[in-house]
């Protein structure tokens, strides 16, 4: 199975790395603008697949594209320091327009999955320049994650075992359904409980500053982020290659609010097969209603 990466950056070419590590296909091939740096990524990257799983990772111009399930688009400017994600819409939306269109005409089968930021607004673009083509947005799948982290960090137990999803947008707005939150099946304040660890609401708090503030913070001290997206990136093309119909918080277009936004998505060989709705409490559906409030004003700016 083929895979193409759009954009050879740091998020595009760790999402790369992250699919040949985990031998999430057995074909990948990036694409950039530049295309030395597409060529110097593929090369080494390619120098990880004898020792991983034998991924053949090569370079290409849009031609290239052809025959690839899905394509990850990571084209477009970093978010820098002070600067907020939907500070970036014009300058991306403006290479979207050149890059979108091209990966269409020469991949059409494929499910574009898109992690440029601001990715709620450019998925929403991206579904109007590829019309009929399957797209999401790799949405809030990161800050799911890092929600979770940080909760097993207090509970004291494996990730893997936390589950809790962060709604809306990816950005200030975002929204941590804590009560969708559960270690090891309970509860979050029950499990807390059961183990006799400390739990309270300053805690809570503390774990949602440090998940909006996260990537506030990796920026500051070092410029850009791109292991945890590179990661969930993998995490979503697998879900499709695989057809796994995994539960993910991908942002798509989503009627009833108007505009692409992040909710739990089943997401299998068409992209999103289904989208579910967590049963909120009524402040967590005024912020999410909030949230979609501020992607709908800024997709406005857009004038498409």
């Given at each position: 199975m083929k895979v193409g990466v759009v954009g050879a950056g740091l998020v595009g070419a760790t999402a790369a790395y992250a699919l040949t590590l985990r031998g999430s296909c057995s074909d990948l091939v990036l694409v950039d603008k530049d295309g030395g740096r597409a060529q110097a990524e593929a090369q080494d990257i390619a120098h990880a697949a004898p020792v991983s799983h034998g991924t053949r990772v090569s370079s290409g111009d849009y031609a290239s594209l052809a025959g690839c399930r899905v394509l990850v688009v990571a084209a477009g400017a970093n978010q820098k320091p002070g600067e907020s994600r939907l500070d970036l819409l014009d300058k991306n939306a403006a290479i979207f327009r050149e890059v979108i269109p091209s990966v269409a005409e020469h991949a059409p089968e494929a499910v574009l999955v898109i992690a440029t930021n601001p990715v709620d607004i450019l998925t929403d673009l991206a579904t109007r320049l590829a019309p009929g083509q399957p797209v999401l947005g790799s949405g809030t799948v990161l800050d799911s994650a890092r929600f979770r982290h940080l909760?097993?960090?207090?509970?004291?137990?494996?990730?893997?075992?936390?589950?809790?999803?962060?709604?809306g947008e990816?950005?200030?707005?975002?929204?941590?359904?804590?009560?969708?939150?559960?270690?090891?099946?309970?509860?979050?304040?029950?499990?807390?409980?059961?183990?006799?660890?400390?739990?309270?609401?300053?805690?809570?708090?503390?774990?949602?500053?440090?998940?909006?503030?996260?990537?506030?913070?990796?920026?500051?001290?070092?410029?850009?982020?791109?292991?945890?997206?590179?990661?969930?990136?993998?995490?979503?093309?697998?879900?499709?290659?695989?057809?796994?119909?995994?539960?993910?918080?991908?942002?798509?277009?989503?009627?009833?609010?108007?505009?692409?936004?992040?909710?739990?998505?089943?997401?299998?060989?068409?992209?999103?097969?289904?989208?579910?709705?967590?049963?909120?409490?009524?402040?967590?559906?005024?912020?999410?209603?909030?949230?979609a409030g501020v992607l709908r004003g800024t997709d406005r700016r857009l004038g498409e």
């Open positions: 909760i097993a960090e207090r509970a004291g137990v494996d990730a893997t075992h936390v589950h809790g999803y962060v709604l990816h950005g200030d707005s975002e929204v941590l359904a804590w009560s969708t939150a559960t270690v090891a099946g309970l509860p979050v304040d029950d499990f807390m409980k059961a183990r006799g660890r400390e739990w309270s609401a300053a805690m809570r708090d503390e774990i949602d500053h440090g998940t909006r503030a996260a990537a506030a913070a990796i920026i500051q001290g070092k410029r850009a982020t791109y292991y945890g997206i590179g990661a969930a990136l993998a995490r979503i093309t697998e879900a499709i290659l695989g057809d796994r119909r995994s539960v993910l918080t991908v942002s798509a277009p989503t009627d009833e609010y108007g505009v692409s936004l992040s909710l739990p998505r089943v997401v299998g060989a068409g992209g999103v097969e289904d989208t579910l709705m967590p049963p909120l409490t009524g402040e967590e559906r005024a912020a999410l209603e909030a949230s």
